[in-house]
């Protein structure tokens, strides 16, 4: 008997379209590389890029079908695709479903360590529970009466919550940025090769944005801090 508290999270319903789009694109980048391979062999460039996406393609297929999350008296056990963490109930700070925008799955749940660091918890969605955020919430009830965990509030965990929430807003943004730049430098440099000009495209469209993405977040980052000192009650 386990008093409701040993439950397993998988994929056991469809994938998720970004999924199944970044899976389909992988399929496509290797089947044009092998093809060029037979024929007219490879590039440094399309090397690169095969290695990056037989990556995304391997971690799509672990993340869908490898990767659970597990929950008994002990704990909370998640498998990801390269790796297995545990954190025993006393660890535990809490367990919360938040959105996420432009993304599938929209509802996804996420444990919080005492330390304020959060883990996806895989497959505790929308797209495989039918009401994820009842779902966590029964959860959390019932470690409590089980006298697993006690979830209390503290300030210290909340404002690092915060902190790291405004820091991968930052970085977010940042990568759009750079994607932005990413396009300015793939137009530069048609516009270099059109006029018969020297060519540096490994500089423009891979140098000039993994320079500027740096720039970008730490910019974007005491950006929000500094909006977020302003909204804050103490601040005069």
Known sequence: ??????????????????????????????????????????TNWQVLVLVLWLFIGGRVVLEQWWARTF????????????????????????IRVEE????????????????????RL??????????????????CATAVRLGLASFGTRPEVEERILRDA????AGQRALLADLVVV????????????????THSY?????????CLPVFFLFLDRLGETFAD???PDHA
Do not use: C, K
């Open 1 to 42: 008997m386990n008093d409701g508290i040993e439950r397993e999270y998988r994929r056991h319903r469809g994938v998720p379209a970004a999924s199944v789009t970044l899976g389909a694109v992988a399929v496509l980048v290797v089947v044009t590389a092998l093809n060029s391979l037979s024929s007219t062999g490879l």
């Open 71 to 94: 929950v008994t008296a002990d704990g909370v056990t998640v498998r990801g695709p390269l790796r297995t963490r545990t954190w025993a109930w006393a660890d535990v700070y809490g």
């Open 100 to 119: 996420v925008r432009r993304g599938s799955p929209r509802w996804q749940a996420y444990l919080y360590g005492g330390d304020g660091r959060r883990v």
């Open 122 to 139: 895989h497959h505790l969605d929308e797209l495989q529970v039918d009401a994820p955020a009842d779902e966590a919430a029964d959860l």
């Open 166 to 169: 405004r820091r991968r807003t």
């Open 183 to 198: 396009v300015a430098m793939f137009v530069l440099d048609g516009w270099v090769i059109f006029t018969d000009r020297p």
């Open 203 to 211: 500089l423009l469209l891979v140098g000039v944005p993994l320079l």
């Open 230 to 232: 302003r909204r804050s």
